[in-house]
Nanobody, 115 residues
């Protein structure tokens, strides 16, 4: 059974940094693309960043240049380094992958950016 567990959320001040981690189990991690989605208050869930099995990265425009997604296949972990945080980055952040056409989500981790 695929499981995704996020850690690392919390409270940050505007301009600050946070790093999220997602530990995967029950899957051959290295061959799958991994995503970070987020859902802000009153907003739809959106794809924030993704990293392919070949470590090719993509970002939504609002986070490009501030967020960095990376993966460690040995530890079966995907990370999201979030810098220069803004209040509009406040959201629940979810780790996501698709295995055998089935979508898997982590439980989410809250990120709040506020002074």
């Amino acid at each position: 059974q695929v499981q995704l567990v996020e850690t690392g959320g919390g409270l940050a001040q505007p301009g600050g940094s946070l790093r999220l981690s997602c530990a995967a189990s029950g899957m051959m991690f290295s061959i799958y693309d991994m995503d970070w989605y987020r859902q802000g208050p009153g907003k739809e869930r959106e794809l924030a960043a993704s990293i392919s099995s070949r470590s090719l990265t993509r970002y939504t425009d609002s986070v490009r240049g501030r967020f960095i997604v990376s993966r460690d296949n040995t530890r079966k972990t995907v990370r999201l380094q979030m810098n220069s945080l803004k209040p509009e980055d406040t959201a629940v952040y979810y780790c996501h992958t698709v295995v055998a056409k089935t979508h898997y989500w982590g439980q989410g981790t809250q990120v709040t950016v506020s002074s």
